[in-house]
């Protein structure tokens, strides 16, 4: 049986989290490289506490950073609403359960929300009031948008669709945008782009826990991830309506942005590449030649002392999942598989184990290159070098790492 949820949303979620597991301030981080690394770092320890980040150089006390959120199991627990005492081969079960249900209650419109607290329009819009990272030497720029969704509508049937595409910090006012062919978000996006329309978005930066896991899970077309939060909450997402767009926008949230996604061909720009967490740098222009689109802001809101949530170099991977324990349900969202930070720690095993590094493919959802390239191993070790191999950074924060050995760069730990 679930348990009812102990929060409402992000902000309430992290001071939750507080309680049930380790976690970290740091104060005075750098957020360019120096932030990147010590989560790399963090995330190489088996307790991997969450990391809270004030006092960023060059902000003002109260524009918070938080990461590896969802690394910890117990975390991810009171994300879903399930005992932090349970074990975690217990959270794995409920968790598919609560997953498979696949039940849907709508959103339901509220007149105000914290997040209307700050608003920036015109002139005095400026996205680097945030801290958003660089995380690797490589990467090619900042990147605000890892935590995030962003929510646009099929201009044909009205569906809603959430999804979670990574995010550059191009300028004032203009973020570069990644969606890979196919994704919801994009196909809806080339609707508008073939009448030569800009795509209304909005994009929420540190939404619900569980907005957020629905969000980079796959829900089948048609199916909005808003109701689907709904089911997973208990009760109807708390949204209020754009005053640009008109699209929903999670109450929630810490920080949203209200713009328009204009045709490539009007407006786009190089994107990345981008530090992955399996290890290898990426980037929509790096893989496909070509510039991508763009994202131009026409209002913030934000809450006051935000929290800005970034879930990379290492991928959440952990909420991510569900698609190994039983069927899914019809049209609902996939159920059943859990890993947490990347890959650090999982509900299966892929074949039989041949030396530590393949503990690293355990439990991927759709990752089936098995046998990495010699130069893909020796990339991904350059990127922890850098990053989670920043010993100085690490002391600096008072975070003890583990003693490693050649080929434990990719280090995982079983359930």
């Not at 348990?3 to 104060?27: C, M, N, Q, T, V």
């Not at 918070?64 to 975390?75: D, H, M, P, T």
């Not at 959802?365 to 989670?388: K, M, N, P």
Request: hydrophobic letters at 35%; a positive charge.
């Amino acid at each position: 049986m679930m348990e009812s949820l102990p929060y409402r949303d992000f902000r309430g979620f992290i001071e939750e989290a507080k309680k049930i597991s380790e976690w970290r301030l740091i104060e005075g981080a750098d957020w360019d490289n120096e932030i990147g690394a010590l989560i790399e770092s963090t995330a190489e320890l088996d307790s991997r506490p969450m990391l809270l980040f004030d006092r960023i150089k060059g902000y003002p006390a109260g524009f918070r950073l938080v990461s590896l959120a969802f690394a910890n199991y117990k975390r991810t627990a009171l994300a879903f609403g399930i005992s932090a005492e349970k074990s975690k081969l217990e959270v794995v079960r409920l968790l598919a359960r609560k997953m498979k249900s696949g039940k849907a209650i709508p959103p339901v419109e509220v007149k105000c929300a914290p997040l209307m607290e700050n608003v920036m329009e015109g002139d005095a819009i400026d996205l680097f009031k945030f801290p958003a990272p660089r995380f690797h030497d490589g990467d090619g720029g900042r990147y605000i948008g890892t935590g995030n969704c962003l929510i646009n509508a099929d201009p044909e049937s009205g569906f809603i669709n959430a999804g979670t595409y990574r995010m550059q910090l191009h300028d004032r006012d203009l973020l570069g945008l990644w969606m890979s062919p196919g994704q919801h978000g994009r196909l809806i996006c080339t609707k508008y782009w073939e009448q030569g329309k800009s795509c209304p978005v909005v994009v929420a930066f540190s939404p619900d826990p569980l907005l957020f896991t629905l969000a980079h899970t796959k829900v089948a077309w048609g199916n909005s991830e808003l109701d689907y939060a709904g089911g997973l909450l208990g009760r109807p997402l708390e949204i209020i309506r754009g005053p640009l767009t008109g699209l929903p926008i999670p109450a929630g949230s810490e920080i949203v942005i209200e713009g328009e996604v204009p045709p490539p061909k009007i407006d786009s720009r190089a994107e990345g590449p981008f530090g992955e967490w399996p290890g290898y740098y990426s980037g929509g222009t790096l893989g496909t030649g070509e510039p991508q689109p763009v994202i131009r802001v026409k209002a913030i809101y934000h809450r006051s002392e935000p929290i800005l949530e970034e879930e990379a170099p290492l991928w959440t991977g952990a909420m991510n999942s569900a698609k190994i324990r039983g069927p899914r349900k019809a049209n609902g969202p996939s159920g059943g598989q859990l890993c947490s930070g990347g890959a650090q720690w999982s509900l299966c095993r892929r074949g039989r184990r041949r030396h530590r590094s393949d503990e690293y493919e355990r439990g991927l959802v759709g990752y089936d290159d098995t046998r990495r390239s010699t130069d893909q191993h020796r990339h991904h070790r350059r990127l922890l070098e850098h990053a989670a191999g920043s010993a100085h950074a690490a002391r600096k924060a008072g975070i003890k790492r583990p003693h490693q050995r050649p080929g434990d760069f990719l280090r995982g730990a079983a359930v």
